[in-house]
């Protein structure tokens, strides 16, 4: 599509209404910004990306419905890539039908990830190399990240020594025990560093993170990740806010 015609699509865009801080108000913005659609994203990309904007989560399963006026449209192209119609991807009428082969093996990390700071330079350009290309590497890199990140804000909010192993206090307790005290503990804002249903999803990237450490036997498959990814970025969104200085 020149680019005379996408402008017509984006005045399109700008022109559909839809409740300010709606689901569907998200899309348009994702549109808009070029965050989506202008490669082809999965179902399982678009709900992480709006429940990041949302700061909750939405599931993938009801991607379709939330894209029905943008699909109507003619705009908003969808398809499936796998011959059990499972998976499915979303892309622009607008680009260039060569871009089409970028079918999602490489997906778009989350911008909460870009976020975090200084302090998690590595991991971050980690995760750029590896995520949506290789399970086991990703997996190992969110369950550190997680576990790094609880310790910097209680650490930030003066509270480290909750932290400490109640039989030997040069130690650390381990993650599922520092995300139990993430949601029942309160930091200076006057909020939990973790909301306790975040809490409970994160279980997912724990054990995905210790099967990519610990088992040898096993591989961590992309797919295994694209549901937790959700969860993760709404975590790191409530912890990263605890990072700053107020």
Excluded at 68 to 77: A, E, Q, T, V, Y
Excluded at 160 to 187: F, V
């Amino acid at each position: 599509m020149s680019q005379k015609s996408y402008s017509a699509t984006r005045k399109f865009f700008e022109e559909m209404n839809f409740e300010k801080g709606t689901v569907r108000d998200v899309i348009k913005t994702l549109i808009l910004e070029k965050e989506i659609m202008n490669l082809p994203n999965t179902s399982e990309q678009i709900a992480t990306l709006i429940s990041e904007r949302l700061g909750k989560k939405i599931k993938s399963s009801m991607v379709f419905t939330y894209m029905r006026p943008f699909l109507s449209s003619g705009f908003i192209k969808s398809k499936y890539i796998d011959s059990g119609k499972t998976k499915r991807i979303w892309y622009g009428s607008w680009i260039d039908k060569k871009l089409m082969h970028k079918l999602p093996t490489n997906l778009k990390l989350p911008n909460v990830f870009k976020n975090l700071g200084k302090q998690f330079k590595v991991e971050v350009e980690g995760l750029n190399l590896v995520y949506g290309r290789h399970g086991d590497c990703t997996a190992f890199l969110l369950r550190k990240i997680l576990e790094k990140s609880i310790y910097l804000a209680f650490a930030k909010n003066g509270m480290l020594h909750k932290l400490k192993h109640p039989k030997d206090p040069t130690k650390y307790i381990g993650l599922k025990e520092m995300i139990n005290l993430a949601s029942t503990e309160i930091a200076k804002d006057g909020t939990p560093f973790l909301l306790p249903k975040i809490a409970k999803e994160l279980r997912g990237i724990k054990f995905l993170g210790d099967t990519a450490a610990h088992d040898f036997l096993y591989n961590i498959e992309i797919d295994e990740l694209e549901r937790e990814i959700n969860f993760m970025s709404v975590a790191l969104g409530q912890i990263s806010k605890k990072l700053c200085d107020k």
